[in-house]
């Protein structure tokens, strides 16, 4: 099992979603921005690093949100998600094929990650 983390990015009453690169796992599907944890690395550390990367931004980690398992004939992960700011920077898509931001209903009209659908109902 790979340890995943992700940034449920909050603005406002609104959530930013990303929409998953069309040669992926998952193609097509949206998703909270994240990735793999790396040797050596804490999960806050990883998270800062990957947002960076994908999204060209700093985040502010204000809380853990819940912890996913995800396993299919490709993929055996734990996604770990995280409540989080945007600090700084303007969003550049470095990853992804698109994103928006959406509130915590409208969320469920777009078609997620599986471990992302789940944590819909966490969220306030």
């Excluded at 944890?37 to 819940?66: C, P």
Aim: glycine share 4%; proline share 2%.
């Amino acid at each position: 099992m790979i340890d995943v983390v992700a940034a449920v990015i909050k603005k406002g009453n609104k959530y930013l979603i990303a929409q998953r690169n069309r040669n992926k796992h998952f193609a097509f599907h949206y998703e909270f921005p994240g990735g793999k944890v790396d040797n050596g690395e804490t999960f806050e550390i990883a998270l800062q690093r990957e947002i960076k990367e994908e999204l060209s931004i700093d985040i502010k980690i204000q809380e853990k949100i819940s912890s996913q398992k995800h396993k299919d004939n490709k993929i055996n992960v734990k996604i770990h998600y995280f409540l989080c700011e945007h600090l700084d920077g303007k969003i550049k898509l470095s990853e992804h094929e698109d994103m928006c931001w959406s509130t915590k209903m409208d969320l469920y009209n777009y078609k997620m990650a599986p471990g992302d659908s789940k944590i819909i109902k966490f969220l306030k």
